[in-house]
């Protein structure tokens, strides 16, 4: 079964310093990682994904994230955060069987950008 | 391209009752899934929809159901409401058969159910 733990709920970040979500996952075959965002009252929006290939992913508003196999890690960050971040972030581990795709997500982080 | 697109977008309903909430798959693709996010946590994956039929489940009782439609959109509903299903239900939509694909999802707007 897959698994992902992301440390932290609640992170605050001043403005313009850098953001760090972690995530740790637990996967019995090679994943497939994502992180969401999350706006008040509103859906899922992709972040970005890693699949295979190069393991520095970058995404949209400036985030990346590093796939670490030995470190089963798939950390966020930006290195300057605007308002526009404040936000919950997600992070998901995909299991791709014929029975159906299913993501599997952590408990997400609410990110707080104080001015 | 048309997104994912749900309805009602809030609706409240006392134990018991049952409800039907709806979704539209974006343009093109033809797998439906369904997740419950409480308040607080992150989505859980219900179920999964393909070619009309179930697909993969996750663990919720049989009183969660579903229909998917040929034209790729589908209901979610719930019978004999308890307080716990007071949540946001979020419909995704994916071009990929199922054992294929990387899994990503593109997520509408939810539907939020509160329970009274």
């Known amino acids: 079964a897959q698994s992902v733990t992301q440390l932290g709920s609640h992170v605050s970040v001043s403005e313009g310093a850098l953001v760090l979500l972690r995530c740790n996952y637990s996967?019995?075959?090679?994943?497939?990682l994502f992180w969401y965002v999350q706006y008040p009252n509103q859906g899922l929006q992709l972040l970005l994904k890693?699949?295979?290939?190069?393991?520095l992913v970058k995404g949209i508003n400036g985030f990346e994230a590093e796939f670490k196999k030995s470190e089963t890690s798939f950390h966020l960050t930006k290195p300057s955060a605007h308002m526009s971040d404040a936000a919950e972030y997600f992070c998901?581990?995909?299991?791709?069987?014929?029975?159906?795709?299913?993501?599997?997500f952590g408990g997400g982080t609410r990110v707080l950008v104080k001015p | 391209e048309t997104g994912v697109t749900q309805s009602p977008t809030h609706l409240i309903k006392t134990r018991g009752q049952q409800v039907t909430l709806r979704c539209s798959s974006q343009?093109?693709?033809?797998?439906v899934s369904w997740y419950q996010q409480a308040l607080g946590q992150g989505p859980q994956f219900i179920f999964q929809?393909?070619?009309?039929?179930?697909?993969g489940r996750g663990n919720f009782p049989p009183r969660f159901s579903g229909l998917q439609f040929p034209n790729y959109s589908s209901e979610l509903n719930v019978n004999a409401l308890e307080l716990d299903d007071s949540a946001l239900y979020l419909c995704?939509?994916?071009?990929?058969?199922?054992?294929?694909?990387?899994?990503?999802?593109?997520f509408g707007e939810g539907s939020r159910l509160t329970v009274l």
């Open positions: 995704a939509s994916s071009s990929r058969s199922p054992g294929k694909g990387t899994g990503e999802l593109f």
């Open positions: 996967s019995s075959v090679p994943p497939y």
């Open positions: 890693y699949t295979t290939g190069a393991t």
């Open positions: 998901a581990v995909s299991v791709i069987k014929a029975a159906g795709n299913k993501l599997t």
């Open positions: 343009s093109g693709h033809n797998t």
């Open positions: 929809y393909y070619r009309e039929e179930e697909n």
